[in-house]
């Protein structure tokens, strides 16, 4: 403990990322990374912004972007000032943590879900109450009907993979119209329907996204929300008090033009779920059990060895994939769903199993 810390400081238990390991030749399927790669647009557009953009601050409410997301969700009714941006939606969820949940009562998340909720509990001090996942390791909308400060899940949930249909996240926003519900969608497209379209029929609805993944833009990092005014509102007042130009200029241009391009974002969402398809099949072949997963990764056990172990054998051979040490998902692997070539790789490792 330093002496120049704050008492809070030396309490916390920061989120710890999955590693980025720089060799050469790895099969990288730990970080839930969309392999592959962003529309050519995108990278066109960034550098085209490069040419006069630097010497000037970006828009800081990042404008020409929440008119991209408005128009690309037009089928919802969605306007722009519906919408807020941020650097990545790890950003926008640290301000939903700051200033939309309520810290009197303790807001409610399952039990096995993204880390990094617990770690903005204890860097807001918020107090949470988590609620198990069923046995199938489903989210059960019948825990989230007592008195909280607000709810927030993924969906697909991560590292499970398992979707909750619209009509149980419906059941969850009635059971708690004075509570913000946050579905946190990173991985919705790759198989799963968006709570947007719930949007304008639900004021206590925010829905946060990522271009991280199924538009293959983690080292840009944008993400963003869309709710009913208010909750923008208040995202946006939080946003002003921390940092009033999240998105750089780069990250602006470049996000516009991921939004722009359809094309290449449905055949990108296609070949993934293409192969984490064919991966599913694969694993269990072997001897695996899956989860059924609407997300760019799959969540899978061996009955007769341990998580760990196997985790080690792949990592000896150059593939890595996540492994949780964790009460009662110990025995899984999350695996993110790679390239044709990345996925036969991880099966060929498999191969050494005794
Ligand atoms: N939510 C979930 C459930 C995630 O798994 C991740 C990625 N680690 C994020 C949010 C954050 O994504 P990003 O900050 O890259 O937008």
Not at 82 to 107: C, M, R, T, W, Y
Not at 127 to 149: H, K, Q, T, W
């Amino acid at each position: 403990m330093s002496k120049y810390w704050s008492a809070l400081v030396s309490e916390l238990k920061p989120y710890v990322p999955g590693e980025q390991p720089k060799m050469a030749n790895l099969v990288k399927l730990n970080t839930n990374e969309n392999p592959f790669g962003p529309s050519p647009k995108v990278i066109a557009a960034i550098k085209s912004e490069l040419n006069d953009g630097l010497r000037l601050y970006p828009d800081p409410e990042g404008q020409a972007l929440k008119e991209a997301i408005a128009d690309y969700h037009v089928d919802f009714g969605i306007a722009p000032s519906q919408v807020f941006v941020g650097n990545g939606s790890d950003e926008v969820l640290a301000h939903v943590f700051q200033g939309l949940l309520k810290h009197d009562k303790p807001i409610l998340f399952p039990d096995i879900t993204y880390s990094f909720y617990p770690v903005y509990c204890g860097l807001y001090q918020i107090e949470s109450c988590v609620m198990p996942l069923n046995d199938r390791f489903e989210i059960d909308p019948a825990d989230y009907r007592r008195p909280n400060g607000g709810i927030i899940f993924p969906n697909p949930n991560a590292p499970t993979g398992r979707y909750l249909g619209l009509g149980h996240v419906e059941d969850i926003l009635q059971a708690n119209p004075d509570s913000v519900v946050v579905v946190d969608e990173a991985y919705v497209d790759f198989g799963g329907e968006t709570a947007i379209r719930l949007v304008n029929q639900y004021p206590n609805l925010l829905v946060c996204q990522t271009l991280s993944k199924a538009r293959s833009l983690a080292g840009l990092r944008v993400g963003f929300a869309v709710g009913n005014e208010e909750l923008i509102e208040a995202l946006s007042r939080v946003k002003d008090s921390f940092n009033s130009y999240p998105l750089d200029r780069l990250a602006l241009a470049g996000a516009v033009a991921a939004f722009e391009d359809k094309q290449w974002f449905e055949d990108s969402v296609n070949g993934v779920i293409r192969e984490r398809e064919k991966l599913t099949a694969e694993l269990e072949k072997r001897g695996f059990e899956v989860l059924p997963s609407k997300a760019n990764f799959v969540f899978a056990r061996h009955p007769e060895h341990a998580g760990e172990d196997v985790a080690a054998l792949l990592r000896e051979q150059g593939i890595i994939v996540r492994h949780f040490n964790k009460p009662r998902i110990s025995d899984f692997l999350r695996i993110t769903v790679g390239t044709a070539d990345q996925n036969k790789a991880l099966i060929k490792g498999l191969g050494k199993l005794s």
